[in-house]
Every structure is written in C-alpha cells, then in structure tokens.
C-alpha cells in the first residue's frame, strides 16, 4: 500500500492501546471509537501480547515509557512475532525525542507524536499509514 493510500480495512480491525497512564488511555480510546475504530485497551506490553485480541489487531498504540517492557522492546517482540500489526508510538519524552524516534521509524513505525498531539494527526496515520 502506498503511503497516501487510505487503508479502509483497519477500521474493521481492533486498534490496540497499550498505555500506563489511565488517563491517557480513556482519553485514546475515546478519540478512536469517535472516530469508527474498534479499540482495547491495555496497561502494559506484556498484558497486550497475552490477550486473545493479538492476533485481530490492525495497529498498536504504544506510550514509549511503559513500565516493564518498553514501547521499542514491543515493537521488537511484534516484529519477531511474525504477525503484521502496525506500530505508532505516543511519548511524553523530551530528552531522547529525536533518537527514539529514528530508531522507532527505521524499525517501522507509522508515527511517533510527543505529548501531548493533535488527535487528527494520529488518525491520518492510522488512516494512511505515514510516519508523522
């Protein structure tokens, strides 16, 4: 698929939130049901990778900060796995903004916004599949 090609499946797949702050996560899960997208909703990697949604997930929605595993470590873990689940990444970091950022992108990554970001622009990427 090309990058402006507007990938309609993926609203009828399950887009997986993975973010430790509850706040941050009701908050993503609502803008994504406004928006027609089927969501759930996890607290950690290692709680998403052991769900029974795993296999029905279009894309994850990944806090960089997690406790436990990082968002980069379950990007890794997805990628090993051998199932095809799109990643975009959400941080609050400031520091290592840019490196994490390449390092996410070169490894696939759709997106990767600093909070906080405009919602629209998490739903283009999710719609079209552009790194932001």
């Given at each position: 698929?090309?990058?402006?090609?507007?990938?309609?499946?993926i609203?009828?797949?399950?887009?997986?939130?993975?973010?430790?702050?509850?706040?941050?996560r009701?908050?993503?899960?609502?803008?994504?049901r406004?928006?027609?997208?089927?969501?759930q909703?996890?607290?950690?990697?290692?709680?998403?990778?052991?769900?029974p949604?795993?296999?029905?997930?279009a894309v994850v929605?990944?806090?960089?900060g997690l406790p436990g595993?990082?968002?980069?470590?379950l990007?890794q873990?997805?990628?090993?796995?051998?199932?095809?689940?799109?990643?975009?990444?959400?941080?609050?970091?400031?520091?290592?903004f840019?490196?994490?950022?390449?390092?996410?992108?070169?490894a696939g990554?759709?997106?990767?916004?600093?909070?906080?970001?405009?919602?629209?622009e998490?739903?283009?990427?999710?719609?079209?599949?552009t790194?932001q």
């Amino acid at each position: 698929m090309s990058a402006l090609a507007v990938d309609t499946t993926i609203e009828q797949r399950v887009v997986a939130v993975v973010e430790d702050d509850g706040g941050m996560r009701a908050a993503l899960e609502s803008l994504l049901r406004s928006a027609g997208f089927v969501t759930q909703t996890f607290a950690s990697a290692e709680a998403f990778l052991q769900s029974p949604c795993l296999t029905g997930t279009a894309v994850v929605i990944s806090d960089m900060g997690l406790p436990g595993m990082s968002g980069l470590e379950l990007q890794q873990e997805l990628a090993r796995s051998g199932l095809e689940i799109r990643i975009a990444f959400v941080t609050a970091e400031t520091t290592n903004f840019n490196a994490m950022r390449a390092q996410a992108v070169s490894a696939g990554a759709i997106a990767f916004l600093q909070k906080p970001f405009d919602g629209e622009e998490l739903l283009t990427a999710l719609r079209c599949g552009t790194t932001q």
